[in-house]
């Protein structure tokens, strides 16, 4: 799949020519998982079906920001977008990307990387704030197992077959070549063990970056951010109690202010509050755009267009009723 300035991609994948691309891969919401390799010289970000990279947020504008390539550079400047534009949590007017960038726009999160293609070799680049956690590929592991398996086998047998046959000095020299076997097997066991240490001291050292990300936007009530970290968190480390105690924590929030919101808004029409209402009904809708068929999401929606006949306004008048496609 491709657009004029850019080729969509997999994560995953690379352009089958080689050289050397800058791509923007979506790390949540709809298009997570999707490569934009910037082939032109100036793309367009935004909500617009025109963008090249459409960004699928409600708080993304029409045309929200442009990437512009020049000899020496790769920047990036918001269009004058009404939400702003954010990369690696500051909000900016213009900036020069550089590898590892994380560009935010509204909920949605992008990463800006430089990708080297070498000719007729397959690229296949995982992305780590994507897929779940590293593992030894089961193969390896069976192999391992399979190699332990035989050299302890191997030393049993020898030591039992030579110490039947054998003299009192062949046995002590059985004895002897059954202790070197036991330790070259235990050698083994050894340099597994401090293996596996190193890739479990990798996990979560990885999974602590993703919690600490997760709990900063869960204290700025930013909670599908939060959840989105806790996530990444989790796929590092499934069973770490502390993510999997925020994770909840965040969900709980989520939902106590959809709560409050619909108190405040039917306390609002109580008092023919009308418009007053309707802020707390799309505040609802906001928060939960990503649960489409959530009964709360659709009875908000139900209200606001109850609203929208009281006010003889037409109906989807409010912006927050707007469909993301």
């Known amino acids: 799949m491709s657009k004029k300035n850019v080729i969509i991609l997999k994560h995953y994948e690379a352009p089958k020519e080689a050289g050397t691309y800058y791509r923007l ?17 100036r793309s367009v970000m935004g909500r617009s079906d025109n963008a090249d990279i459409r960004v699928l947020d409600i708080k993304s504008s029409r045309e929200h920001a442009e990437i512009v390539r020049t000899s020496n550079n790769i920047i990036i400047t918001d269009l004058g977008s009404h939400n702003g534009l954010v990369v690696n949590d500051l909000k900016i007017k213009q900036h020069v990307l550089e590898d590892g960038d994380k560009i935010i726009i509204g909920q949605t999160i ?28 089961e193969q390896e592991v069976t192999k ?16 039992i077959m030579l110490m039947l046959f054998s003299s009192e000095e062949e046995k002590t020299t059985i004895a002897k070549r059954k202790k070197e076997l036991n330790n070259s097997s235990a ?38 951010r939060a959840m989105s970290e806790f996530e990444h968190a989790l796929s590092w480390n499934p069973n770490d109690s502390l993510a999997l105690f925020y994770m ?11 709560e409050e919101l619909f108190n405040k808004a039917r306390r609002d029409e109580d008092s023919i509050k009308l ?20 009964d709360r999401y659709k009875d908000a929606k139900e209200k606001i267009k109850g609203i929208e006949e009281k006010l003889g306004m037409e109906e989807g008048e409010f912006e927050c009723l707007q469909e993301i496609k």
């Open 187 to 224: 050698g083994i066991i050894s340099v597994n063990a401090k293996r596996q240490k190193k890739q479990d001291k990798e996990r979560q050292k990885k999974m602590a970056v993703y919690f600490a990300r997760g709990l900063r936007e869960f204290r700025e009530g930013n909670y599908f």
């Open 144 to 159: 391992q197992k399979n190699s332990r398996k035989k050299i302890i086998i191997g030393a049993i047998l020898f030591a």
């Open 110 to 137: 992008y990463r800006f990387s430089k990708l080297s293609v070498a000719a007729k070799v397959e690229t296949k680049q995982e992305t780590q704030e994507l897929e779940s956690f590293e593992n030894n590929s």
């Open 248 to 258: 909840r924590k965040t969900k709980d929030a989520l939902n106590k202010t959809v």
């Open 25 to 41: 891969v979506c790390l949540n919401g709809e298009n997570k998982g999707y490569a934009y390799f910037l082939v032109s010289k």
């Open 275 to 294: 418009k007053s209402a309707v802020v707390s009904y799309c505040g609802i809708i906001r928060l939960l755009y990503r649960y489409p068929n959530d």
